[in-house]
């Protein structure tokens, strides 16, 4: 069974930095996607950034140029750096995994921006 397991949410100021961090366990294979959503209260998840196994990434278009998301295999981890945060980058973060087309989720992190 993967397990997934978050840290690094915090309250920033606006123009701040904060960096997400998941790692995985549970698993003896590579994991096909690795990233991460994000939702508010009354909002579908979204997807904020997501790489494939390979090295493709994927972004939000509102967090293109401002998140990047990294992964690396060697320690089943993928984590998110988020530069000039925005008010509206205040959710909850999820890590995000897909297996072998089974969906694995982080426990959420809160990230707070506040202005």
């Known amino acids: 069974q993967v397990q997934l397991v978050e840290s690094g949410g915090r309250l920033v100021q606006a123009g701040g930095s904060l960096r997400l961090s998941c790692t995985a366990s549970?698993?003896?294979?590579?994991?096909?996607?690795m990233g991460w959503y994000r939702q508010v209260p009354g909002k579908q998840r979204e997807l904020v950034a997501i790489e494939a196994y390979g090295g493709r990434k994927t972004y939000t278009d509102s967090v293109k140029g401002r998140f990047t998301v990294f992964r690396d295999d060697t320690r089943d981890a993928v984590s998110l750096q988020m530069n000039s945060l925005k008010p509206e980058d205040t959710a909850g973060y999820y890590c995000?995994?897909?297996?072998?087309?089974?969906?694995?989720w982080g426990q959420g992190n809160p990230g707070t921006v506040s202005s």
């Open positions: 549970g698993s003896n294979f590579a994991f096909d996607i």
């Open positions: 995000y995994i897909l297996l072998r087309r089974e969906n694995y």
